[in-house]
């Protein structure tokens, strides 16, 4: 790669942009030696990664289709969700939290924004922008928690405590979208949806059939709201890669969390 522009060495983070990727093209996002995300700019709505697919199924299936929401997005990447909701939600406010300035401003640098993204920018720690925010307006209808260190997600931004101040900025029957990236033990993702689960919302998780039985590495998405979901529309886009994925509710959802901790502020760390 030639381009300066599509690298990046900064003191707390390194990245690059590896363009020609995808079916479609566009350009992969590669920071600290982990795929973050896929970004088309001359196609927001084509979403190579399995993870994206689930994420944009659960706001897909979320208020009126094509109508303009209000998003709160805690982790940037390559802004690949923001993208997409742009393109397909016509007139959406969006708001985007971030910790690490340099790797964002390197992203905008060599792939700027649409003009049909409204999109605000924070630099901050997730949680420490939730506590600190207060509900404006009818308040989110989707809030989006997609953050990662390399492969590693932080624990204060999956305890009860903090999905319980999330839920606060929501509208009512708004959504909280939050993806996990799965190991064969499933521990993180299992004890994320109990978390979710002990707090009487209504919770369902999408995630490819060998990632749930533990053949396969991946993403579990889960979506929690205080109203019924509409898991059916959710799954009309999230099978459009190349396997099969699942949609756990109910029982099937019991099942998967079953055994599996609460987090909390204060637990020690497993």
Do not use: W
Not at 213 to 242: C, H, I, K, T, Y
Request: aromatic share 4%; net charge negative; charged share 20%.
């Amino acid at each position: 790669m030639g381009d300066r522009r599509l690298e990046l060495d900064g003191e707390h983070v390194s990245a690059r942009l590896l363009p020609g990727h995808g079916t479609k093209g566009g350009y992969t996002l590669v920071v600290d030696g982990v795929t973050q995300s896929h970004v088309n700019p001359r196609d927001p709505r084509d979403l190579q990664l399995e993870y994206t697919r689930m994420v944009a199924s659960v706001i897909d299936g979320c208020r009126e289709p094509a109508g303009p929401i209000r998003a709160l997005h805690l982790g940037a990447g390559g802004l690949t969700i923001p993208r997409y909701v742009g393109a397909t939600r016509p007139g959406s406010v969006q708001h985007v939290v971030e910790l690490h300035r340099v790797l964002l401003e390197f992203v905008l640098g060599a792939l700027p924004l649409g003009d049909d993204v409204d999109l605000t920018i924070q630099y901050d720690d997730g949680r420490a922008a939730v506590e600190r925010a207060t509900r404006t307006g009818d308040g989110y209808d989707v809030a989006v928690v997609d953050v990662f260190s390399g492969s590693i997600s932080p624990r204060h931004m999956s305890t009860a405590e903090f999905f319980t101040a999330l839920g606060g900025l929501l509208a009512p029957g708004g959504v909280i979208v939050v993806n996990t990236l799965a190991t064969r033990a499933l521990s993180m993702s299992r004890e994320v949806g109990a978390t979710l689960a002990s707090l009487q919302l209504e919770v369902v998780a999408l995630a490819a059939r060998a990632v749930v039985a533990g053949e396969s590495l991946g993403n579990v998405v889960f979506a929690a709201s205080d109203a019924p979901l509409d898991g059916d529309g959710f799954m009309r886009r999230a099978n459009d890669g190349q396997r099969p994925i699942d949609l756990l509710r109910g029982p099937t959802y019991d099942d998967f969390v079953e055994g599996a901790s609460v987090r909390r502020d204060g637990d020690a760390a497993a």
